[in-house]
């Protein structure tokens, strides 16, 4: 099992504060799939962070959100 980082840009449709984070997680060697990884991303980080800022305003859906991955590499943090 590696350990990888990525560094992330996550927009909300509506919601005027873009995410600029990194999010680690381990997988069995090979291929990144970006796809694959935009979902956790979205699900396990940005799903969260636009909840916080949304408050009870209004209901965020991860269809609302876009993930940009702009950089990966192997962390050994």
Same mark, same amino acid.
């Given at each position: 099992?590696?350990?990888? /980082?990525?560094?992330?840009?996550? *927009?909300?449709?509506?919601?005027? /504060?873009?995410?600029?984070? *990194?999010? +680690?997680?381990?997988?069995?060697?090979?291929?990144? !799939?970006?796809? &694959? &990884?935009?979902?956790? /991303?979205?699900?396990?980080?940005? *799903?969260?962070?636009?909840?916080?800022? @949304?408050?009870?305003?209004?209901?965020?859906?991860? !269809? !609302?959100?876009? *993930?940009?991955? +702009?950089?990966? @590499?192997?962390?050994?943090?």
């Amino acid at each position: 099992m590696t350990t990888y /980082i990525a560094e992330f840009r996550a *927009v909300h449709k509506l919601i005027q /504060i873009i995410q600029h984070s *990194v999010f +680690t997680w381990k997988q069995e060697g090979g291929e990144i !799939d970006s796809d &694959l &990884l935009q979902g956790k /991303i979205k699900r396990e980080s940005a *799903v969260h962070f636009y909840k916080l800022m @949304a408050g009870e305003q209004f209901e965020v859906s991860l !269809d !609302d959100i876009s *993930v940009e991955i +702009t950089k990966t @590499a192997p962390f050994n943090g």
